[in-house]
């Protein structure tokens, strides 16, 4: 059987991934498979800047609007429902579209990772959640320091769902999910692909970070932070940990004021920016699209994309 070919396209939150996204659908008359951990679920639409559907203009996308704020979804989830996704559009004859910040799904639906030993164990889970609300984030993060410092740099101490996960690991196998995650990262991918980052200068890019955040809460983040909270989600789902959530959450718990909470949203949306290229860094066989070098032309980036499509021959 011949080889499958896919599309990435990514790079940092507020870049204009989304206009592109559309744009490049139209051309190869495809449809886009969402790797955005929050655009996932529904009724979250301002704080995770989902694609309305008159910006879809036509374009089917998949893994938007699939979860419930409650529900679980992860790496896992992710690579499994973008996979099915794949299958339809190739079943069609389009060329699939995965278009997204979010590097880690990127990297495991386009290297194929297995996470099947990274099955968990519920007895251990729970001694670390007990740990957890006993002795707090940073005590389990210094754990973490302890057996796999690796992780540790990677994985940050508030994200304490993937610091048991890593913990648990490496109790139950004896040895680090980091050390496990970079020979998965090893693998050669079983398609054909075309791996766009799209970047912008950084003082650009932080611009358009504050100014996306201004926006937002015109649109009324916090009355759907309020909504979301009277649905009865708390800081306890996954999803309500996501930026701009948790932030506007604490503000309505009277933790801080509006003020601090937005100045905390623009701060912490930069520094994730900041954080997903240093990801795309590492990433191996990227093709890095910077704004600038095509005097923030999309006709111009458009071109460029299609013909690189068409010398490697994925069309």
């Not at 648990?168 to 766009?196: C, D, L, V």
């Not at 795309?280 to 499509?309: A, G, H, N, P």
């Amino acid at each position: 059987m011949s080889q499958k070919h896919v599309i990435i396209l990514t790079g940092p939150t507020a870049v204009g991934k989304t206009a592109l996204s559309i744009a490049l659908a139209k051309k190869l008359n495809t449809g886009i498979i969402s790797a955005d951990s929050m655009q996932v679920y529904r009724h979250m639409d301002i704080g995770s800047a989902k694609i309305t559907p008159e910006e879809m203009q036509g374009v089917k996308h998949y893994l938007v609007d699939v979860y419930e704020p409650d529900e679980e979804f992860n790496v896992t989830r992710f690579q499994s429902d973008a996979k099915l996704a794949m299958e339809e559009l190739w079943s069609k004859n389009q060329l699939p579209l995965v278009v997204g910040g979010t590097g880690f799904y990127i990297q495991a639906l386009l290297y194929d990772i297995n996470f099947a030993s990274e099955d968990g164990d519920d007895s251990i889970r729970r001694t670390y959640e007990k740990m957890l609300a006993d002795k707090g984030a940073a005590y389990l993060h210094g754990l973490l320091r302890a057996v796999d410092p690796k992780s540790a740099d990677t994985i940050h101490e508030n994200n304490t769902k993937r610091v048991i996960r890593a913990l648990e690991y490496f109790q139950k196998n004896g040895t680090q999910i980091s050390r496990h995650n970079e020979t998965e990262r090893e693998k050669e991918s079983p398609y054909g692909f075309a791996y766009f980052v799209l970047t912008d200068d950084r003082a650009h890019l932080y611009e358009k970070i504050d100014k996306r955040v201004d926006l937002m809460m015109e649109q009324g983040l916090v009355d759907e932070v309020k909504r979301l909270k009277d649905m009865g989600y708390t800081r306890e789902n996954v999803s309500m940990q996501g930026l701009g959530y948790k932030e506007i959450l604490a503000y309505l718990d009277g933790a801080c004021t509006l003020e601090e909470a937005i100045y905390i949203i623009k701060r912490d949306t930069r520094h994730f920016a900041k954080r997903q290229l240093t990801w795309f860094r590492r990433e191996r066989d990227v093709i890095w699209i910077d704004k600038s070098e095509f005097d923030y032309d999309e006709d111009k980036i458009l071109t460029y994309m299609l013909q690189i499509i068409e010398e490697k021959k994925l069309l």
